[in-house]
């Protein structure tokens, strides 16, 4: 006995549809934590690296796996540093997120 394993054509562009938004959101994701850690690296300008580094926390919120991130990891190296006490605080409330979500999946 065989089977027919033929694919409704409507749900075969239904789920090729599904695959290419989902690519295209993986990609746009992509690209705005990467303008995050490019801005965030500004020299000039304190409120905007404030600002990415915010923004790197909510892309952090979205993908906690974002954490390990070398770029992102190399971003909190500068800013703990920071001449910006804000920028500062900023990265290290993003190092107590990782250490806390890091003994959270220890335990």
């Known amino acids: 006995m065989t089977r027919d394993l033929t694919i409704n054509p409507d749900y075969a ?10 690519l295209e959101m993986s990609d746009l994701f992509a690209a705005i934590k990467d303008t995050l850690i490019w801005i965030s690296c500004c020299p000039k300008a304190a409120t905007l690296r404030a600002k990415a580094l915010k ?16 770029k992102i990891q190399q971003v909190l190296q500068l800013r703990v540093n ?9 990265a290290l409330d993003l190092i107590a997120q990782f250490i806390t979500s890091s003994s959270k999946k220890e335990l």
């Open 13 to 22: 562009k239904y789920l090729m549809l599904k695959v290419h938004c989902e």
């Open 55 to 70: 923004g790197i926390k909510q892309v952090i919120k979205v993908k906690p796996e974002n954490l390990m991130d070398e």
């Open 82 to 90: 920071d001449k910006s006490s804000v920028n500062r605080e900023n």
